[in-house]
DNA sequence: CGGTCGCTTGAACGATTTCAACACATGTGG
DNA sequence: CCACATGTGTTGAAATCGTTCAAGCGACCG
């Protein structure tokens, strides 16, 4: 595979070829039904049909992107869930963001940049794949296309600014709380669960690599977090019981359900 | 001005309204001297010219644009540095980024969004002012440009993240190292200042709100770094003696001088 | 001159990390 | 089947990093 954004894990996974047999047709895109989300037009998506060179399965922890590398495509989220991390030299890891359906993974490969992060699947996922090299004809041939391209990018702007914020300003619980209300969320939004629970497999070592906790901190402060009835998380699920409770305890304010452009 | 990017400070300074008389035409832009910076070309500039409906200046302390409102225009950078912060109901306060010459102020605004951040002079700056109505308009007509705004968008993207994992993963020191990094060498890529010292008054209470520190941890780490040889950074200015070791001691990696595209 | 701003210092306190151990479930190979 | 390793969560205790409170200093300004 010359392509460089092999997908060997460094943690878990065993190695497996994206199977792009079958492949879902842009008309008939899952994702005209999330709420959380406004599709494009019929003409826009067959456009698009057209621009998407196949589709691609990754296993829960596999890599899609590894950091450092210049990859020669770029992913939209079909179905699934991952992050986005960077590795310091020492082996510390900070994780950028989650991507939910409909994002888009891997911008940077588009300018031809070396990737600043890598990303891995938390669940097993469904990407849409795109040539970087066709890439430039989106701006030419479709306008629409393109403004969403940079709503795109800045909304995922805003929400890097978000975890800023909480990382900067928030103590360990607020951290917690915030991150349970947003994936919660972003859950809801994107039809990967219901209304205040959201059912994903995150470690507390995940968390305390988002929220720049220490693992042990993470625990205790995740029980006192149980113990206020605030935010119940385990292994496998996030559960907010009283969402208005939650946000304000974080002190979010905007508003969470702006509905998102996808491609 | 039922314009909703009132420029009148919270904090220092007194109302001034904008003059803009003087317009430096595009095609003698002063930034494409920039080596940071790569200029568009001729035709786009004429082009930009024509969507750029005037110019603005603040002096320092005032604010160009306010959190929560929904503004009308976008910004450029001319001259001069800005930055970008979040406030919380409690007061408590992030700088989120800087922005120097070459840079879009209040991307959000292209989207009708509620902006979730204000933006306030650092310097005295004269910025290009663009209408939000006509921004579709810049999609449609010149996909050259439409492409560097996501580019732009992109970078900015990347910027942020790489704070976040300052404040995530790096310790008081080490953000201190990383930010003072930052800054000389973005104010040498866009002219503000020559290799090694940005000349610019930086409070050690903004540096704080920036690093998410308090002010009186933040002055004895700035004493500690000024100890080790390795930044000394004063009200009006930012010294790295030694930027590689400044630059391994924060743990940074990736080029510093990727040319940007501007607008 | 009083007042504000920015910086500095000391001391006590508290949040968070680190070190170390253990419990529990799962999977694997002998 | 057991023995063993691995991944995840939990707990206690000590150490460290960073915050808070409180005070003082010099520069600048009206």
Redesign the interface.
């Known amino acids: 595979m010359a392509d460089s954004d092999d997908p060997k894990s460094l943690t878990i996974a065993s190695r497996q070829q994206p199977a792009s047999a079958d492949r879902v047709p842009c008309k008939e895109c899952p994702l005209i039904h999330c709420r959380g989300l406004s599709a494009p037009d019929e003409g826009q998506r067959a456009w698009i049909e057209a621009f998407k060179s196949s589709e691609a399965r990754y296993v829960r922890g596999e890599q899609v992107l590894r950091q450092g590398v210049r990859a020669t495509r770029l992913f939209t989220v079909l179905e699934g869930v991952l992050i986005r991390y960077?590795l310091?030299?020492?082996g510390?890891?900070?994780i950028?963001n989650f991507l939910f359906p409909g994002d888009l993974v891997g911008?940077?490969a588009?300018?031809e940049?070396?990737l600043?992060?890598s990303v891995e699947a938390m669940t097993d996922v469904r990407l849409c794949v795109f040539p970087r090299d066709r890439f430039?004809d989106l701006?030419?041939s479709h306008?629409?296309l393109?403004?969403d391209?940079?709503?795109m990018?800045?909304r995922?702007?805003?929400a890097?600014?978000?975890?800023?914020?909480s990382?900067?300003?928030r103590n360990a619980q607020e951290r917690l709380a915030y991150l349970a209300v947003f994936l919660v969320q972003r859950g809801a939004a994107t039809g990967v669960s219901r209304e205040g629970t959201l059912r994903l497999t995150v470690t507390q070592s995940q968390i305390a690599?988002?929220?720049?906790l220490s693992l042990v901190h993470t625990n205790r402060s995740l029980q006192a977090l149980r113990r206020l009835k605030l935010v119940d998380w385990t292994l496998s699920t996030i559960s907010v019981h009283d969402m208005e409770a939650a946000r304000s305890f974080a002190?979010m304010?905007?508003?969470p359900y702006?509905p998102r452009p996808y491609i």
Chains 1, 2 share one sequence.
């Open positions: 960077r310091l030299e020492d510390r890891r900070q950028v911008l940077q588009a300018f940049a070396e600043t992060h430039f701006a030419v306008p629409k393109s403004f391209l940079t709503w990018a800045a995922e702007e805003a890097l600014e978000d975890h800023l914020v990382l900067g300003q690599d988002m929220l720049g002190q304010d905007g508003d702006i």
